[in-house]
């Protein structure tokens, strides 16, 4: 039952959303149709036993008109399989949008996504797989096989109805000098027959649900170390790091070989009670029921239709051996989603210690930073930074620059202390510049949409920062990854970004690293022309250039500060 709580909690979060709900229409629509093509199955059933009555007497009129019906039940059974397998697919694609939003939510909501992304106990592992492979994954084999189990439990009471009608002889022999009878004997040796054979496959078959979830790990573990090269192609170009990168790679898919290896193995082992199993339940009705046709208690007509229903029930009750694979897949994602949303909504996150309010300008008072294992990172007793003012943030690496941000920014919780941010809009820009996918005025426009900021004031921006050559209406709807935008043209983006928000406040951390001094001096003088009332914290090893009257405050030594001109 633990294995199946994680898959119902999902089922619910797939079926009780607003754009959801239709999918249980569908659900039932598939549903009624299943029970339409066991209606028909029934049909064939009752079709045997006309059929080759027809062909034991030579009756070529009777035989004739069975082949007509048996084509149209054919037809009317097609048309049933692929309207339910369409309307199977809608379903899948309603439910999988629901699922992959509220994946989407938990994952950005309080910026999990950050809180989570050094996380790897628990199995925790490639969000990315979560949300793309396992919501697919799940809804796929959810709905496949529970609309399987809902339509064989009706058909079950149909078949077993129709086999108890038909098995009306004993089967009667000598057990150690003692006659033996057994009544309907036909409906009794199916469950009995399919229940060994179910408690055998699970046995067999029950360590592949974790083989399965580890399966999934190595092969985004792979995927990842292949996207992460792409998206850092240069620095290992320049490196000459292929070598290395390739001993990742190996190690990366020797793991995915080895416990692919494992799977199948363990797969092999099933299969070998598995597919013999799945040969012989169609021929095991005929032998049961040939002591009767011997007999003469059964006409070849009724041979064949008591055996079709045989062989409909055990195949029926046989569901859970004959999906045994797919249902510990579906089992292994439930898992792995049902893990990854509980650690989306129960990481640490929020503002850990520190007490958080509004002011007029950006005020720390009291501030003490440590790393996760408690080691103090730095104290700050006070730092203000008024509307208009810019104030130079000084330390040495390791100091806790970059911790102060995340910290301002909510995303570092292991702190003490007040922190003061004015009401109006802020922006933090931090290290290293993210320049999202799509066009180049997505990019300067990010985070908000291209026509809430509006094209002139984007090309204003680009030229404001020194970036003419793209600041033409063509190149706004190129793609930002074709600009080939070097680490310096970046950073000079950045700086646009933020003049086309002009926030209230900006956090700027290392913002003009790639800039030698006159061409930072260009950008600075920019941004404070167009930002005059901004207040500005620049978080630097040198002292910012262009932004005209600058105080310093260095955090190796908090006490001191000075009033430096960086015009």
């Known amino acids: ?67 007509g019906v048996f084509f149209a039940l054919v037809a009317m059974s097609a048309t049933l399989n692929l309207s339910a397998a369409w309307l199977r697919k809608l379903l899948q694609i309603r439910w999988r949008q ?13 910026k999990a996504y950050w809180h989570l992304r050094d996380r790897q106990e628990n199995g925790l592992d490639n969000p990315d797989q979560r949300i793309a492979d396992d919501c697919r994954i799940f809804v796929h084999r959810l709905t496949t096989e529970a609309l399987e189990l809902l339509t064989n439990l009706v058909a079950l009471v149909s078949y077993v109805a129709i086999l108890w009608s038909l098995s009306t002889f004993p089967l009667a022999f000598s057990l150690f000098g003692t006659e033996v009878s057994i009544p309907r004997y036909m409906v009794w040796a199916a469950p009995l027959y399919v229940a060994i054979s179910s408690g055998v496959t699970h046995w067999l078959g029950k360590p592949l649900i974790p083989l399965t ?40 898919f020797a793991a995915v070989a080895a416990n692919w290896h494992r799977l199948m193995n363990r797969e092999l082992v099933l299969g070998l009670f598995t597919r013999p199993y799945m040969q012989t339940v169609l021929r095991i009705p005929l032998f049961l029921a040939l002591p009767a046709f011997l007999a003469g208690r059964l006409t070849f007509g009724g ?55 509004a002011d007029a300008g950006i005020v720390v008072r009291d501030l003490s ?9 730095v104290a700050i007793d006070h730092l203000a930074v008024a509307p208009g003012e810019a104030v130079w943030l000084q330390a040495a690496s390791g100091r806790g620059k970059t911790t102060l941000a995340r910290t301002m920014a909510s995303l570092w919780v292991h702190a003490e202390g007040h922190v003061a941010l004015p009401v109006g809009p802020g922006l933090f820009l931090a290290q290293q510049s993210y320049l999202p996918l799509g066009s180049l005025a997505e990019a300067v426009a990010y985070p908000a949409h291209r026509d809430d900021v ?16 793209l600041a033409t209406p063509s190149a706004l709807d190129g793609a930002v990854g074709a600009a080939g935008l070097s680490g310096g043209e970046r950073q000079r983006l950045m700086i646009a970004r933020l003049m086309v928000h002009r926030p209230a406040w900006a956090v700027l951390d290392e913002p003009t690293s790639a800039l030698d001094g006159e061409a930072e001096a260009a950008v600075f003088a920019a941004l404070r022309t167009a930002l005059p009332q901004t207040a500005l914290l620049v978080i ?28």
Not at 229 to 240: C, D, I, K, S, W
Request: glycine share 8%; with cysteine; aromatic share 8%.
């Open 1 to 67: 039952m633990t294995s199946l709580a994680p898959v119902w909690r999902l089922t619910v979060l797939c079926a009780w959303r607003p754009g959801g709900r239709f999918g249980i229409v569908l659900f039932a629509t598939i549903f009624a149709l299943g029970l339409a093509g066991v209606h028909i199955t029934v049909r064939l059933i009752r079709w045997a036993n006309d059929f080759y009555t027809a062909l034991q007497r030579l009756d070529v009129p009777a035989a004739t008109q069975q082949i």
């Open 369 to 377: 930073l440590t790393a996760p294992d408690g080691r103090p990172i």
């Open 98 to 110: 629901g699922l992959t939003e509220v994946a989407l939510d938990a994952w950005l909501k309080d």
């Open 540 to 567: 630097a090893h040198r002292m910012p250039q262009g932004l005209g009257p600058l105080r310093r405050v260095d955090l190796d030594d908090a006490s001191s500060e000075a009033r430096v001109n960086a015009a």
């Open 213 to 252: 979830i580890e399966q999934q790990k190595t092969e985004a573990d792979f995927r990842f170390a292949l996207a992460r090269l792409r998206e850092n192609g240069e620095p290992v170009a320049f490196a000459r790091g292929e070598p290395a990168e390739r001993r990742l790679f190996d190690r990366r």
């Open 454 to 469: 509006g094209d002139e004031a984007i090309l204003s921006a680009l030229q404001a920062v020194g970036l003419d050559r």
């Open 303 to 357: 041979l064949m239709q008591i055996a079709s229903a045989f062989q409909n029930v055990v195949t029926t009750l046989s569901w859970f051996i004959f999906s045994y694979r797919d249902l510990a897949e579906l089992v292994a994602t439930a898992r792995r989603l049902d893990v990854f949303l509980t650690d989306c909504a129960t990481v640490a996150r929020g503002a850990g210690g520190i007490v958080r309010v």
